[in-house]
Structures are given as C-alpha cells and as structure tokens.
C-alpha cells in the first residue's frame, strides 16, 4: 500500500469502500521494512520502503487534521487519533512480508485525562485485536510505562519471526518495570536479543534471561549465587553473544560479594578498578568468556584466546 493510498482513502468514499471491502488474499504485499508511531501531544507514522526511503504522516491534534507530502485535510466529523489508527491498520494490512523494526513510542503518559492521546493505547490494542492476525516482524521496540501497556501489544507479535525485543521507559515517571509476566510469553520466550533501558527491573529471574544471546538491563543489585548459574549457562551455549547489567545509580556498589565469587571461581584478575575471570567455552579451543566486574557493572563478552591478556588464568570448562 502506498502513502497516496491513505489519501485517497479518506477523500474518495468509493476508494475508502473499495480498499475496507478486500479480502485479504487480494491484498498486495507493501513490503515495507520499518514501521514507527510516536504519540506525543501529537502523533506521528513513519514507514520505511525496500530502497530506504521513508513516508511520514503528521497527525496534528489541536488542529484535527492529517498531512501527507505537504497536503493538509482537516476533518470535521472525524478524531484525527481514530484516523491515525486506522491509517495504521490499513498500512498493516497490506503487510504481509516480516517488517524489520515495529517502534511504538510514548512519550507522555497516555492516561493523562487531558491529553488527546490518552486513549490511544486501547484504541491501538482494539485495532490489533480486530486485524485478527499476528504482526510478523523482527525486531520490537516499545518505550511505554508499565508492564500491562508492555504485554497489550506484545500478544500481537507473531513470536514466530519475533529476534529482538527492546523496552524503552518515559522520562516523566518513576521509569521502573514489572518484568514477571512478560517473562511468560512466548514472544520473550523466542526471542534471541534482549535490551531494557528502564532503570530497575523487577522480580526478574535469571533463568528468564539465559536464553537471549545478547542481554542488557539494569537493576539494584545482583548476588553472586545469580552470576554464577548465569555464568555456567553462558558456558553451555553455542550462540551467546554478550550479557550486560548496569547498576541502577553509577558509583552505588550494587554489586559487594567478590569474596564469594572467589568460592566460586577463584581468583580474580585485577585490572584497574575492574575484577576479571576467564573461561574456556564448551566444545571450543579459542572461544573464551571473559567476565568483567566493576562498581557500576557486570560484562559478559565472549574473545578470542589470543585476546586474553597475560598473567590471566584461562580456566578449562567444567561441567560443575
């Protein structure tokens, strides 16, 4: 579906009725790769086509009008935020290869009473709900402000083609996230790429996390008992990339247990301010997993054998 399409569909009732009256089979595929929403006291669609060229639509609340490539349409017997959501079910309708990025942003609290979008969060789950079908894409970055608007769109997304999820919090509010239910679904289960910006997640498991080859999030604090089935997991795995955990306020040592760890590991390499250990991988010569730990945070990296440094111990796995 192409950008004149959504006009057209708005100014002629019998392209509108044409277009509503499609079977899906009949529809052609868009082929777009990138789709963003943004809603701040206005709202705002991007698509992105093969070639990389990028459509912009501009939804403007106190003047209740649309702009497409210039052309404005006010309307009068119509909510420009209900236009906007149906503009985005059409676009996905005629979507029917994998989108490379689905981006749904918030950046005020929806709920606000005064706000023009503060029912846009349910006017969006409605409109998935009624597409009757999962959103194929690969990667899914929402920033939102709680658990239960996380999990709304989330059960749309086809956990099939799902890669990445990334969770991005609002600026205006205490920016902590419930992560348990979450953790349930499918979509985080088949998911391979993790990254949380939110600055403290909660009742995480580190079980919910060992699956991810690619992991970063922030939290209060992290014992040693964690670090070490994280580390002994990580061992295991054939596709694991990097792990990353940030401590919730830089120079707070969240993270106090170095003696412990040492009961678990050993010695530590010491480098600077940094503690380091390193771990031959299972079934491998040359990939070694380094671990860093600091004041502010914790690193796991996979290296070559000849980017250990010297004087470090490369420890053989272990299965215990």
Known sequence: MHI????????????????????????????????WMKAEKNVFLVYEDLDGSKHEVYYHTRKNARTINGYQQVFENSNVVDVAVRDL?????????????????FNEVPLQADSPIHTLPIQLSNMFEKLNRKIKLREFITKNYNESQVMAFLSFIDPETLKSLEFQPLKSILTKIQIGEITKTEQW?????????????????????CHFSSV???????????????????LRSSKF???????????VDFFNENEELSDFWGPAFDSEYMSQWYYRMKDSEDRI????????????????????????????????
């Open 4 to 35: 004149c399409s959504l006009t057209l569909r708005q100014v002629c009732r019998d392209f509108r009725n044409f277009i509503d009256d499609l079977n899906d089979s009949k529809f052609p595929d868009s082929k777009f790769t990138k789709i």
């Open 289 to 320: 997993l380094q671990i860093k730990i600091t004041q502010v945070f914790v690193k796991f990296d996979i290296i070559e054998m000849e980017d250990v440094p010297n004087r470090a111990i490369v420890c053989d796995y272990n299965e215990n």
């Open 189 to 209: 289960k088949n998911a391979e790429k993790l990254k949380s910006e939110f600055l403290h997640v909660t009742n995480l498991n580190v079980g919910d996390i």
């Open 241 to 251: 990339e990097d792990l990353y955990i940030e401590s919730l306020w830089a120079g």
């Open 89 to 105: 079910e059409m676009i996905l309708k005629f979507q029917k290869s994998v989108l490379k990025v689905f981006n749904l942003r």
């Open 216 to 234: 970063e999030f922030k939290t209060l604090s992290i014992s040693g008992k964690q670090l070490d089935f994280l580390k002994k997991t990580v």
